[in-house]
């Protein structure tokens, strides 16, 4: 038996490049043990390396009964260039991971219709959509990811192939690293 075999991932479907991320993201998320949540590759993501939604067939089903995809591309271009998840440090992709799983967190008490205008908001409403990472960046923070959400911006914003516009729009629409830092501090 591998280690992945030994670890228990209930109603997940992790892909065996991500695993050992997926599983430290998923250790800070109790809440999401029992709840069905497939990692998977898709193309064409635009705008981001990651996403998390709920499944389409799920959508009309009561809010505890919902089972969610957190769709991650194996490459992604930002502005002509191309990044690979081989290349994305580990503490940074528990970063995205654990990001993606605040999305979640803040889908999970969500009814039907609210799910839909969140949706519709989010895509029409830059206000509306800074407020929603912020979210999903605070419940990463409150569920001990503080160092991995800083490592994730860490990586973006200073990266140095990534334009200075795509860097602007991720410090408009995310937490600071020092607005982490400071939730973090107020964790202990």
């Not at 992790?14 to 999401?32: G, K, N």
Request: charged fraction near 30%; charge should be neutral; aromatic fraction near 12%.
């Amino acid at each position: 038996m591998n280690q992945k075999d030994s670890l228990e991932f209930n109603n997940k479907i992790v892909p065996d490049a991500i695993w050992r991320e997926a599983y430290v993201a998923l250790s800070h998320y109790p809440e999401l043990k029992n709840t069905p949540i497939e990692f998977r590759f898709k193309k064409n993501i635009k705008k981001s390396f990651m996403q998390a939604q709920p499944k389409v067939g799920d959508f009309l089903k009561s809010k505890g009964n919902r089972s969610y995809y957190v769709n991650m591309s194996e490459r992604f271009n930002i502005e002509g260039e191309e990044f690979d998840l081989t290349n994305v440090p580990s503490d940074v992709l528990i970063g995205w991971i654990g990001h993606e799983l605040g999305h979640i967190m803040d889908y999970k008490d969500r009814s039907a219709l609210g799910m839909f205008w969140f949706g519709i908001k989010y895509i029409t409403s830059k206000r509306y959509l800074k407020e929603a990472e912020r979210v999903a960046d605070t419940y990463a923070v409150n569920h001990g990811l503080g160092e991995y959400i800083i490592a994730t911006k860490d990586f973006i914003l200073n990266q140095s192939d990534l334009s200075e516009k795509y860097k602007n729009r991720i410090k408009s629409l995310y937490l600071s690293q020092e607005e982490i830092i400071d939730l973090v501090e107020e964790l202990k």
